[in-house]
């Protein structure tokens, strides 16, 4: 769990899977499992990424619009919670998309 959270391989937990901010490792450099497994490995992480970015937009519309926020001020601030968000969501969604696809399927 905790590896997941640093970006570690799933399996020794200790090899990143990011080598820069939006390019991922074919393989773990540390025990070598493959991350993508195959052509469109990734796509439903796709999906997950689109979750997790909705558990946080929601919620924070929401909220700016119950506190009476017009649409530019809701518009601009979620713009600008988005491109920090991007990076963020991008990581995290492959990395859950991996651990959970090891837990099911470990080789
Ligand atoms: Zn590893």
């Not at 990734?42 to 619009?65: D, E, K, Q, R, Y």
């Amino acid at each position: 769990m905790f590896s997941m959270l640093r970006l570690k391989c799933p399996r020794c937990g200790e090899g990143g899977l990011y080598e820069k901010i939006f390019t991922m490792r074919k393989t773990c450099p540390v025990c070598g499992l493959v991350y993508e497994r195959e052509e469109g490995y990734f796509t439903g992480a796709m999906v997950v990424g689109n979750m997790i970015s909705g558990i946080i937009i929601a919620p924070l519309t929401l909220f700016l619009f119950a506190n009476g926020a017009s649409i530019m001020q809701i518009l601009l601030t979620l713009s600008i919670v988005g491109l920090f968000l991007l990076p963020l969501v991008f990581w995290y969604a492959r990395a859950l998309w991996l651990y959970v696809d090891f837990i099911f399927n470990p080789e």
